[in-house]
């Protein structure tokens, strides 16, 4: 089987930010898009960016851009959506998608996904991290999605389902698990504390 598609989520409205693109913010010496797509190009075959607007915005970054393809802002399912419809414009059975704002996912996100995926064979395997009192936390924008459930999936949302949970556990979800030290990888740059958080873990300051 040939390696999935990688889809990076950029939908979302950033509005804790103050609105406008947060992936294109600065860090480090490039920006928060710059990090995602670093971690996440050399795990899949080759990547898209889901975003939605002027798709001039991002001309600079090299990588093609779809928008969702729902009318109205339907969350991050959208963009799941829209990745595997693009994927299968291609040919491709799968996808992996990843979240615009986590510039610290795993280098191998994408390989403890399929193989979690192969010891299920569950056509939908979420990352999630291990809480000690909580147990397993979902990373919800974090997944390996088949394309055969996309018209399922088109359906689900024409209906109103918006919660990945909702959708996902109606097939069975597996969940892959990823370790929190010495850092969550799925640390996420939702508000100006959190940017300046990851800079500092950027420069090894803090974890």
């Known amino acids: 089987m040939r390696a999935p598609l990688g889809i990076i989520l950029a939908g979302g409205r950033a509005t804790r930010m103050g ?15 710059a990090h995602v797509m670093e971690r996440l190009l050399p795990q899949v075959e080759r990547v898209a960016l889901n975003a ?11 990588l093609p851009v779809i ?5 109205g802002f339907v969350g991050p399912l959208g963009g ?8 299968a414009s291609l040919g491709a059975e799968q996808i992996v998608t990843a979240a615009a704002d986590t510039p610290f996912l795993p280098p ?11 010891e299920t064979g569950a056509p939908v395997v ?6 000690p009192e909580r147990g397993p936390q979902r990373q919800p924008t974090f997944g390996l999605w088949s394309v055969e459930l996309r018209n399922d999936l088109r ?21 892959a698990l990823f370790p929190t030290e010495p850092y969550n990888p799925f640390f996420n740059v ?13 420069e090894g300051k803090v974890t």
């Open 126 to 131: 979420l990352a999630a991290t291990d809480d």
């Open 67 to 71: 928008a969702d393809n729902i009318e």
């Open 190 to 202: 939702n508000t100006p504390e959190d940017l300046a958080r990851a800079e500092a873990m950027l």
């Open 80 to 87: 799941v959506l829209a990745g595997l419809d693009w994927a």
């Open 52 to 62: 939605n607007g002027d798709p001039s915005r991002f001309h600079a970054i090299g």
């Open 155 to 175: 359906a689900a949302l024409l209906e109103g389902t918006r919660k990945v949970g909702a959708w996902t556990d109606r097939h069975n979800a597996a969940l």
């Open 19 to 33: 609105g406008g693109d947060k992936a294109l913010l600065p860090l480090g010496k490039g920006t928060l898009l």
């Open 108 to 118: 191998d996100l994408v390989p403890r996904l399929l193989r979690r995926a192969e």
